[in-house]
């Protein structure tokens, strides 16, 4: 009667809270102070805030208001100036898991430890949901609890198979791989929720790769920390960043559902194959691909200089036949036809005076202005 718990999600209007300012005004039955729990607080509406406001800034002596919720920033701020905040983080696995033995012992509720520390790790630091789910799982009636039954209550993966899956990668044992591929698509697992419980596993290892206080960051049961170390331990960093790029775009292609098994199968097969070159590896195969980048590099040299030679070869002889022509054209430059047809002219003069002189000497006169002619001509 005196600790009332009010859920702003579903009343978050200004009605609601008109109603709770008339309730704080009677003093509680039993306690000295009357609480009023608002949980998801930033649900409410402006006019609800406000209303809410005025409460606040004079509130009865009798009355402690709690006001619960994840996205504080939602606040508007007049409210949270008038608040005091404390922040709470969740609680860590051990922490959980020693509070729900504690809790199955004063009500005699027989579990094993694997299904303590499975549910310790599901519930991801709420001690609340863990409490909850404890009073399900006994009232199953069950003599004792085992980790098939909180599977079976919560739909989650068995940590076992987790660490055997991760084993089958460094191993790379493809036969075994297939197997458990079969396995876990042929039961009601859910894909989704397996693959996801993996990326965090993987998480995990990687964070325990990379750190000296890994436990200060991941949130690990003591019962699996060796397993954690060990798996880290044998893994490469870059073995592991690519099983979460793998595995985080798996996740979105089986987001529908659709052809989920197939992508699963498929993934599992690349991750299975992946392997990480070591240095020695990577240095041999950077040599080769030196040696057959500069053998490529010689022959395009010695293609260039072929078509280098062809072409200076080829623009020398354009150069002798022009020089020919250039010749012939001077021989042609120097002959004079005036030159000629004055010859001519003269030859055939004195031609007719040799005739009219005598007939004797025609014969002669002739050869000799036919041997002059010829000389003349010799001449040019």
Same mark, same amino acid.
């Given at each position: 009667? @005196?600790?009332?718990?009010?859920?702003?999600?579903?009343?978050?209007?200004?009605?609601?809270?008109?109603?709770?300012?008339?309730?704080?005004?009677?003093?509680?039955?039993?306690?000295?102070?009357?609480?009023?729990?608002?949980?998801?607080?930033?649900?409410?509406?402006?006019?609800?805030?406000?209303? *809410?406001?005025?409460?606040?800034?004079?509130?009865?002596?009798?009355?402690?208001?709690?006001?619960?919720?994840?996205?504080?920033?939602?606040?508007?701020?007049?409210?949270?100036?008038?608040?005091?905040?404390?922040?709470?983080?969740?609680?860590?696995?051990?922490?959980?898991?020693?509070?729900?033995?504690?809790?199955? $012992?004063?009500? $005699?509720?027989?579990?094993?430890?694997?299904?303590?520390?499975?549910?310790?790790?599901?519930?991801?630091?709420?001690?609340?949901?863990?409490?909850?789910?404890?009073?399900?799982?006994?009232?199953?009636?069950?003599?004792?609890?085992?980790?098939?039954?909180?599977?079976?209550?919560?739909?989650?993966?068995?940590?076992?198979?987790?660490?055997?899956?991760?084993?089958?990668?460094?191993?790379?044992?493809?036969?075994?791989?297939?197997?458990?591929?079969?396995?876990?698509?042929?039961?009601?697992?859910?894909?989704?929720?397996?693959?996801?419980?993996?990326?965090?596993?993987?998480?995990?290892?990687?964070?325990?790769?990379?750190?000296?206080?890994?436990?200060?960051?991941?949130?690990?049961?003591?019962?699996?920390?060796?397993?954690?170390?060990?798996?880290? $331990?044998? *893994?490469?960093?870059?073995?592991?960043?690519?099983?979460?790029?793998?595995?985080?775009?798996?996740?979105?292609?089986?987001?529908?559902?659709?052809?989920?098994?197939?992508?699963?199968?498929?993934?599992?097969?690349?991750?299975?194959?992946?392997?990480?070159?070591?240095?020695?590896?990577?240095? $041999?195969?950077?040599?080769?691909?030196?040696?057959?980048?500069?053998?490529?590099?010689?022959?395009?040299?010695?293609?260039?200089?072929?078509?280098?030679?062809?072409?200076?070869?080829?623009?020398?002889?354009?150069?002798?036949?022009?020089?020919?022509?250039?010749?012939?054209? @001077?021989?042609?430059?120097?002959?004079?036809?005036?030159?000629?047809?004055?010859?001519?002219?003269?030859?055939?003069?004195?031609?007719?005076?040799?005739?009219?002189?005598?007939?004797?000497?025609?014969?002669?006169?002739?050869?000799?202005?036919?041997?002059?002619?010829?000389?003349?001509?010799?001449?040019?």
């Amino acid at each position: 009667m @005196d600790v009332v718990e009010i859920d702003a999600a579903s009343n978050r209007g200004i009605n609601e809270i008109r109603e709770l300012r008339e309730k704080v005004k009677y003093l509680p039955n039993i306690l000295r102070k009357k609480v009023y729990i608002i949980d998801e607080v930033h649900m409410l509406t402006t006019e609800a805030f406000n209303a *809410l406001l005025k409460v606040l800034e004079e509130p009865p002596e009798h009355v402690i208001f709690i006001m619960a919720t994840t996205e504080p920033n939602k606040v508007i701020p007049t409210v949270m100036s008038r608040c005091q905040r404390f922040d709470f983080f969740p609680i860590p696995m051990d922490k959980i898991k020693e509070r729900l033995q504690k809790i199955a $012992k004063s009500e $005699k509720i027989t579990i094993s430890d694997s299904a303590i520390s499975l549910i310790s790790k599901y519930v991801d630091g709420s001690l609340r949901d863990a409490d909850g789910i404890l009073e399900q799982l006994a009232a199953f009636g069950e003599d004792k609890i085992e980790v098939a039954d909180v599977i079976s209550l919560l739909g989650v993966t068995d940590l076992e198979m987790l660490f055997e899956f991760t084993d089958i990668l460094i191993e790379k044992n493809l036969v075994r791989g297939l197997l458990l591929v079969n396995k876990i698509t042929g039961s009601n697992q859910n894909l989704k929720v397996f693959v996801s419980e993996f990326l965090d596993h993987l998480y995990d290892l990687y964070v325990i790769k990379n750190y000296n206080n890994p436990f200060e960051i991941v949130n690990i049961s003591e019962d699996y920390k060796d397993k954690c170390l060990g798996q880290a $331990k044998r *893994l490469q960093k870059e073995e592991i960043e690519f099983y979460m790029e793998l595995f985080t775009d798996l996740l979105k292609q089986i987001k529908w559902g659709e052809g989920s098994k197939v992508f699963f199968k498929s993934a599992v097969v690349r991750a299975i194959n992946f392997i990480v070159l070591d240095e020695k590896e990577i240095g $041999k195969k950077t040599r080769l691909m030196e040696t057959q980048i500069e053998s490529l590099r010689k022959e395009i040299d010695k293609i260039n200089s072929m078509q280098e030679g062809y072409k200076n070869s080829h623009n020398h002889k354009a150069d002798v036949d022009t020089s020919v022509y250039e010749n012939e054209e @001077d021989n042609f430059d120097i002959i004079n036809v005036n030159e000629i047809d004055k010859m001519v002219s003269e030859v055939d003069i004195q031609s007719k005076h040799a005739v009219s002189g005598g007939k004797a000497h025609k014969s002669e006169i002739s050869d000799a202005g036919v041997e002059k002619k010829d000389e003349e001509i010799g001449l040019i």
